[in-house]
């Protein structure tokens, strides 16, 4: 258990939770601040979206420990809230409620959207409350809702705020320096010590915590210290990745490239930075990256750890993996945990193949400085059908 400190509504508390209890419950069960909804609990619908350091997150995927040192601002504490009342008179008014399950969760989000649209676009609107499903009202008076708001306070001269406010980019709440390292929910390696400040300084590219993470694990026929060496080699690495290329190398171990990944129904190509941390200590580093997607308006950042363990007397190497991600956006939406994590079990059983040619001396050099291209389609239709299989399998059993 860790306690950490939040501001939640003005109020300054210190509450006690588990590195796997999401914020939502600990506003429900702990503060008793109900306002927040839980539906689908898995970041799809919006019930729960609440305003975290003033930008709206979805409360039942946010780590309540990520979110140390954050304020948080729940329905209930925008009783006072000028917009907020306006957007309650209008929702009232245009019929924009039945159940009032979404309310809360569509009132954050509108919000957000008063404060920022410069005019009552519905498009724009309909767009910025993608996120927030409703059962029952259809969307209709919801939509016209808003638009009254923003015209009316259009029309009184209140200019829409940019950016909402917000200074800074980057996953709202994830406070990165006051998050205790101790916890055992962060994979954070603490311990890595940087083989080139100059490099890191060059690309500055910040440390990450991955909202969800996972393990993974390959062999590769070869010694460990020779894996280590290909690890930390940025664009053997990148050519041995599927649907990674470089464009730029400022420094030995920062990247600026491009990664092609499907993720659901949709294809991406996030460009951005990265970097590469090595400790020859442990035989262990990790990349550290942040992307974003042009088209879908998709930003990512992850970290991929790794360690090399001999085995076989050291003759082979079993390469241990953890993959941390987080994605904000349209995709994030789609992507859901199993989809992505059978398309990284993919990604790496390609990837540790391709390790183990180049290692073995399979692949040539000009073969090496061709990025490899990841298939797509092919990807995304080997993970369906294998979604497919489990089904049917399942549905098989007596
Ligand atoms: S309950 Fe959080 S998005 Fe549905
Ligand atoms: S009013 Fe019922 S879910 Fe939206």
Redesign the pocket.
């Known amino acids: 258990m860790t306690t950490i400190q939040l501001t939640v509504n003005g109020n300054a508390i210190e509450p006690t939770v588990e590195p796997r209890t999401h914020l939502?419950d600990v506003l429900r069960d702990q503060l008793d601040l109900t306002g927040t909804?839980?539906?689908?609990?898995?970041?799809?619908?919006?019930?729960?979206t609440l305003l975290l350091d003033g930008a709206p997150a979805?409360?039942?995927?946010t780590f309540a420990v990520a979110c140390a040192g954050a304020a948080i601002t729940t329905i209930e504490g925008l009783d006072e809230d000028e917009i907020a009342a306006e957007l309650r008179t209008a929702f009232a008014r245009e019929h924009a409620l039945q159940c009032g399950y979404c309310t809360p969760g569509m009132i954050m989000s509108a919000r957000d959207l008063v404060l920022r649209l410069d005019d009552a676009d519905e498009q724009a609107i309909r767009v910025g409350l993608s996120g927030n499903l409703c059962r029952c009202t259809g969307y209709a008076g919801i939509v016209r809702a808003i638009r009254a708001v923003i015209e009316a306070r259009r029309q009184r001269g209140i200019a829409a705020v940019i950016g909402a406010g917000r200074t800074s980019l980057g996953p709202v709440g994830s406070h990165p320096n006051t998050i205790p390292t101790t916890s055992p929910s962060m994979p954070v390696m603490t311990d890595i010590k940087l083989s080139s400040g100059a490099a890191v300084a060059t690309l500055d590219v910040p440390d990450v915590i991955p909202a969800k993470s996972f393990d993974a694990s390959f062999t590769v026929n070869a010694a460990p210290e020779q894996v280590f060496t290909l690890f930390g080699d940025a664009r053997t690495l990148a050519a041995c990745f599927p649907g990674a290329t470089i464009t730029d190398m400022p420094a030995p171990d920062c990247i600026e490239g491009e990664i092609r990944v499907a993720i659901g129904p949709l294809a991406a190509a996030f460009r951005g930075s990265a970097r590469i941390d090595r400790d020859e200590t442990n035989l262990s580093g990790r990349l550290i990256g942040t992307g974003r997607d042009q088209k879908s308006r998709t930003s990512t950042s992850g970290q991929i750890s790794w360690r090399m363990v001999p085995i076989d007397d050291g003759r082979k190497t079993r390469v241990l993996l953890t993959i941390g991600y987080s994605l904000s956006g349209p995709l994030a939406q789609i992507a859901r945990d199993g989809l992505v994590r059978d398309l990284a079990s993919r990604i790496t059983t390609t990837f540790a193949q391709n390790c183990d040619s180049y290692l073995s001396g399979a692949t040539n050099q000009a073969a090496r400085d061709q990025p490899q291209r990841l298939n797509a389609v092919g990807l995304l239709l080997d993970v369906a059908l294998s979604r497919l299989g489990a089904l049917v399998r399942g549905l098989r059993k007596p």
């Open positions: 939502a909804h839980l539906g689908c609990e898995h970041g799809v619908c919006g019930a729960c979805r409360s039942c995927i």
